[in-house]
């Protein structure tokens, strides 16, 4: 479904991508690990559109997406959950979760049918419905960041870092809620520090070393190899 | 011949050239024309040794040329017109007639002096703060000036300021002028802030004390500005504070926008380009008058040219038409190749 | 002090309270999106100020000749984006500022060619010079009416923003515009959208404002510019609420000044407001009324 070729992202001089090929079956999840600044989140944003690549290709469904806009990424079927986990701070969880369906607004019952639905997926977002989203706690927020996301009913969800700077025990909800939204047949791309619980998770892996991919194979392949820990600490050579 | 030697002549010859010319030609009307763009060149210097090097839009700049304006004007009036000019001046004052050099002198310190005061606290703020209180700035300095009648006259028109700007003197201000903005740009503090505007986390983390680099290229600029002014008044020897308002800036501005801000070459450049434009729109706009082809008088029409090439040249090159290179590097000299390539670059 | 005096006081504030916090929201909706001080706002209310000029004459009753003008002022404000903005956005935010400047001085000098430089009568219903008294004290009716107009343009904008998933976009879009569209909010939209807004309060403004000044001039729009800016920076930048909180709390402090100043010091008004709005910025850069938080956590 998602196919990435020679993906070269720049920041001014310095690359941060350097010539990377992965792929996402449908309904897969592929997990993409590596080390800080190994160009993981870049390679997501540029998927998303949040950034222009420099050079390579990406295509979804066939059709070259390569520099598209954010926006018409979402309409494509493709929805990010950044790293930074940007809930509208001062708007409530409901307006919240209504904008992540921004594109089908004009089918106001399916949104709201939608977000009935995700409500029984992330009970906690009831409660505080009509909370402003920025008084929410780190877990509650990733949450209702993911629910957002699927709002806009997307066939790939990116995930950046859903874990980050959460407690274990909501890392292992949130864990599971992602299995869930797997198993409601959508592909998932997630990006991870945490290698143990993403490669429990996924069914394929790629790990990222300075830009480039330096191993990739099934998830227990990835966690069985000798190499991941060195690869992580930068000496993949 | 090394580059920085090429940048100074090609900044300061046009200057040169421009004086000769105007002598051979001995026209009053050149000999004004060229006495303008001097002054308009310094003023142009002055806010491109802030804003080209900081990357901070400074609307105030015309406040501190306003500034200068008025104190050498004040300083160095004849006592007998002192109280035609300014009935309400404080007796103090009265006495007071300086010769009119050291009073553009007087008057550029002045302006630093009040840029250095009033300016310090307010160089930690970046990007839109610091733009919203630099034209805060020149509101209250604007008001001030229209409203201090014991010094300014007030609103009034101040009139009978001694004449001593030539276009010797206006010449060899700007030529001094460039050869000092090149001079900060590449002094060490020059080259820090310009690092600044990149990255400040990378600056500060090699620590550079960024306000306080901000601060002395203002105080600079002030100065500058301050001289602009100071001669302006000397050579236009009556004016009121509008000539220190927005459409003053927006000119002063667009010719650093057009030329290219972060270069000092890009200041020259377009100094001279905008006045020619200008010039030439003016006398357009003066023929259609004479030859009253309209019912009414044209005005305004050099205003919208202009800023129609800024809307354009900020669109197709956002950093004006002398982006990054000075014209010591821009320019591919035949006898500088040698040490082009033997840079490694 | 007597009941008339403080009912004139209250009045004069609200009336002058209520101009000024339209003024401002026109200029912080482009701010809280762009980050942008939009120095072509004041020149959005030049244009439906001489749109009104030019309609006079003609058959059409008032109120039809001001929503035309109130229109002319939304166009104003679409075309400065396409012309000032959208091609330049991508660059720095100095460049945005300038072309603004530019923009501005290109609709204002347009006006002086094309129209005149002098002042030019604007055509005003005779309910716009009309007065009634109350408790002693003589009210212009045109003071109710900016008082009314404001009031019900600012719940009618409220519930446009609380209710509608065009109000919750804009407001998403001035949280964090990045994400607003990597949720499918497309961002040349929503910025024309809040231009539009702009704009429509700047046509509103304008009709208040000649209704007390009965002509429109080239600059006109400077005023309206400064007053937004000050209420801005007063209320914080970022804010809607804060705009209109920080428009009445100027217009409270500018009532202040005329009734107890002395006239010698009055005219130095213009500075201590200025002065006020700087160290505003130094001490409390996010006004009095903080905006939406970013919501980042890294």
């Not at chain 2, 082809?293 to 800023?307: K, N, R």
């Amino acid at each position: 479904m998602l196919v990435v070729e020679n993906l070269v992202v720049r920041y001014g001089p310095v690359a941060a991508v350097k010539g990377i090929d992965l792929a996402v079956g449908e309904n897969e999840m592929v997990s993409l690990l590596g080390a800080n600044g190994a160009g993981k989140s870049t390679t997501l944003l540029a998927i998303a559109g949040a950034i222009r690549p420099h050079s390579g290709r990406i295509l979804f469904d066939g059709a070259d997406i390569t520099g598209m806009k954010a926006e018409k990424a979402v309409a494509a079927g493709i929805a990010m959950v950044p790293e930074t986990r940007d809930v509208f701070a001062d708007l409530t969880v409901r307006e919240n979760l209504l904008l992540g369906g921004f594109i089908h607004r004009r089918r106001r019952a399916a949104c709201e049918q939608e977000m009935e639905s995700l409500m029984t997926m992330f009970p906690v977002l009831r409660e505080r419905m009509h909370q402003p989203g920025g008084t929410l706690s780190g877990g509650e927020q990733q949450q209702l960041v993911i629910a957002r996301a699927m709002m806009a009913r997307p066939r790939l969800l990116l995930l950046d870092e859903p874990s980050l700077g959460l407690a274990p025990l909501i890392v292992n909800h949130i864990f599971e809620l992602i299995e869930r939204l797997r198993r409601t047949g959508i592909a998932i791309l997630l990006v991870e520090q945490n290698a143990t619980k993403a490669l429990q998770a996924a069914d394929r892996a790629y790990v990222m070393s300075l830009g480039t991919i330096a191993m990739s194979g099934t998830g227990a392949e990835v966690a069985g190899s000798s190499d991941l820990e060195s690869i992580y600490l930068g000496r993949s050579g | 011949m090394n580059r920085h030697l090429v940048t100074l002549i090609c900044i300061t010859l046009p200057v040169v050239l421009l004086v000769i010319a105007a002598e051979l030609i001995d026209d009053r009307l050149l000999t004004r024309l060229a006495t303008t763009l001097c002054i308009n060149m310094i003023l142009v210097l002055g806010l491109q040794i802030f804003t080209g090097n900081s990357g901070i839009l400074s609307f105030a700049h015309i406040g501190f040329m306003g500034i200068g304006a008025y104190t050498s004007a004040v300083i160095t009036m004849p006592a007998r017109l002192k109280s035609m000019a300014l009935p309400e001046l404080y007796p103090i004052m009265q006495g007071v007639q300086l010769d009119p050099l050291v009073g553009m002198a007087i008057g550029g310190v002045v302006a630093a002096l009040v840029a250095a005061i009033v300016a310090y606290p307010l160089m930690r703020l970046s990007d839109a703060a610091a733009v919203i209180t630099s034209f805060a700035l020149l509101m209250i300095l604007h008001t001030i000036m229209v409203h201090w009648s014991e010094v300014t006259n007030g609103p009034r028109t101040l009139f009978g300021i001694v004449e001593a700007t030539t276009l010797q003197l206006a010449a060899a201000a700007a030529v001094v002028a460039a050869i000092g903005a090149y001079w900060f740009k590449e002094s060490r503090v020059g080259i820090l802030l310009r690092a600044v505007r990149n990255d400040e986390v990378a600056a500060a983390a090699i620590g550079a004390h960024i306000p306080l680099l901000r601060w002395r290229a203002y105080v600079l600029s002030a100065f500058y500005a301050g001289i602009g002014g100071a001669l302006w008044a000397h050579f236009i020897t009556s004016f009121s504070p509008n000539a220190f308002y927005l459409r003053e800036t927006f000119v002063i501005l667009g010719m650093l926008v057009i030329g290219g801000p972060a270069t000092v070459s890009g200041a020259v450049f377009g100094v001279f380009s905008v006045t020619a434009v200008f010039e030439g729109l003016r006398a357009l706009e003066k023929a259609i008058n004479a030859a009253d082809l309209f019912s009414s008088t044209v005005v305004g029409l050099t205003e919208i040219i202009l800023a129609l090439v800024m809307l354009i040249v900020l669109i197709l090159r956002p950093g004006g038409i002398i982006e990054r290179n000075e014209f010591g590097t821009l320019a591919r000299w035949p006898f500088m190749k040698k040490q082009n390539s033997s840079r490694g670059e | 002090m007597d009941v008339g005096t403080i009912l004139q006081f209250t009045l004069d504030v609200l009336n002058l309270g209520s101009l000024y916090a339209l003024m401002a929201l026109g200029l912080v909706v482009i701010y809280g999106i762009l980050k942008l001080v939009n120095f072509a706002y004041g020149e959005l209310v030049m244009v439906a100020g001489y749109t009104l000029y030019l309609l006079n004459g003609s058959p059409l009753p008032w109120l039809i000749m001001a929503l035309v003008a109130v229109c002319m002022a939304v166009i104003g404000g679409i075309t400065t984006d396409l012309v000032a903005f959208r091609p330049v956005r991508a660059n720095s935010l100095t460049a945005m500022l300038i072309t603004s400047f530019a923009f501005s001085t290109l609709l204002q000098n347009a006006a002086l060619l094309f129209i005149s430089p002098r002042a030019r009568n604007v055509p005003l219903p005779e309910i716009f010079t009309q007065s009634v008294t109350m408790l002693g004290v003589i009210i212009p009716v045109r003071n109710l009416i900016t008082i009314a107009s404001a009031f019900i343009l600012l719940g009618a904008f409220t519930l446009v923003m609380k209710r509608t998933v065009l109000g919750m976009a804009l407001r998403a879009a001035a949280s964090n515009f990045t994400m607003a569209r990597m949720v499918g909010i497309p961002a040349n939209f929503i910025i024309t959208v809040a231009f539009a807004i702009s704009g429509l309060f700047a046509g509103v403004v304008a009709m208040l404002w000649l209704g007390r000044i009965g002509a429109v001039v080239p600059g006109i729009g400077l005023e309206p510019l400064l007053v937004a800016f000050i209420a801005c920076v007063i209320g914080g930048m970022r804010s809607l609420v804060g705009a209109v909180v920080g428009g009445y709390l100027l217009a409270l402090i500018d009532v202040s000044f005329n009734y107890a100043l002395p006239p010698d010091l009055l005219s130095f008004r213009d500075a201590f407001t200025f002065t006020m709005v700087i160290v505003i910025l130094l001490l409390r850069p996010s006004g009095l009324i903080k905006g939406p938080d970013t919501g980042k956590r890294t």
